[in-house]
């Protein structure tokens, strides 16, 4: 699937956090806990190095509580790294966050200095909304939708921290596909930059495996089928999602079962799990190294061919004079 959502605010971004980072004490990473690995921006991590990071495990509301306690453990191996599960029914769990940025930074809660913590993450986790429950004021714009921030601001929490927000960055390229289509389903990149019909069978074919009896009960079926389309022909009738002559329309479908779990209606759903993301990206790493042997291998052929054909335009002339001789041989005789 191909999506084109990397805007030149992004990258004014992007270039601007890189700039502002060596004067930042501590990262705070909003992930959606839907899908904590797909949110996660690999260019943060390669800009953070070995600087203390909280991640955030925003909307876990609206995640398979279960999953999300075994992501906190996998996102907590990671040296520097603690986490934090919020909703936004949660305040004063929002709150703790900045309890947590001071153990992290002992030494510096100590001081007369300010803790500068700065805040990450990609468009649509609920940034802002953390923001602006850690100000108790309105400060940053909030909005259902991704790209809402557009440039920093440096704000002061109280109690010795100081918080630049960032607008919500994604990446140039997704390395694993799968992460494209939760990206989409989730909300994180405009539906004008994707195609619902794509990202609801990828949708659909992950709860067929993961969470059947929750669209039994969702769409009141006796049992689910083995095949997305057979399951979305089934939930288009049951939700009246016909075109004319009783067709089925199967983007109108797709379409109620990306907002339905986006809204939680469908229930609390995390479309992937630790064990998930280790194994596609052994996946990831075996295409790469197969596709890097493949192009190593073109460029070898392709010099060993350049080679021949510069011994056969050296030895064109060599040949000319040798036609032109015996040319000249038959001719005398």
Not at 88 to 115: F, H, N, Y
């Amino acid at each position: 699937m191909a999506i084109q959502w990397y805007p030149g605010h992004m990258h004014k971004a992007q270039k601007e956090i890189k700039e502002v980072l060596p004067q930042v004490d501590l990262l705070i990473e909003v992930l959606d806990a839907r899908i904590p690995f797909s949110s996660e921006n690999p260019a943060i991590a390669a800009l953070r190095g070995d600087k203390p990071c909280i991640k955030v495990l925003s909307k876990t509301d609206l995640a398979d509580p279960k999953t999300t306690a075994l992501w906190q453990t996998y996102l907590e191996q990671e040296k520097g790294v603690k986490t934090l599960a919020i909703t936004t029914e949660q305040p004063g769990k929002m709150k703790s966050l900045l309890d947590l940025c001071r153990k992290m930074l002992p030494e510096k809660d100590a001081s007369v200095k300010a803790i500068n913590t700065m805040i990450v993450g990609i468009p649509n986790v609920g940034k802002s909304t953390l923001i602006n429950t850690l100000a108790e004021r309105t400060i940053a714009k909030t909005g259902n939708e991704p790209a809402v921030t557009k440039s920093q601001q440096r704000i002061n929490l109280g109690s010795g921290i100081m918080l630049l927000d960032t607008p919500g960055i994604l990446w140039p390229k997704v390395e694993n596909p799968k992460s494209s289509y939760r990206l989409a389903a989730t909300g994180a990149i405009k539906d004008t930059a994707m195609e619902y019909d794509d990202v609801g069978f990828f949708t659909a074919e992950f709860l067929i495996q993961a969470y059947p009896d929750l669209l039994k009960q969702r769409f009141d079926l006796e049992q689910i089928p083995d095949t997305e389309l057979e399951f979305l022909e089934l939930a288009a009738a049951r939700r009246g999602a016909l075109s004319a002559g009783g067709r089925v329309n199967l983007h109108k479908i797709c379409e109620v079962l990306i907002n339905e779990f986006r809204s939680g209606t469908l229930g609390a759903i995390t479309l992937e799990t630790p064990a998930m993301i280790d194994v596609e990206k052994q996946e990831i790493a075996e295409a790469a190294a197969k596709k890097e042997a493949e192009n190593a291998e073109r460029k070898r052929r392709f010099k060993a061919g350049t080679r021949d054909s510069s011994a056969d335009t050296e030895d064109a002339p060599k040949k000319r004079r040798n036609n032109r001789n015996k040319s000249g041989s038959k001719k005398r005789r």
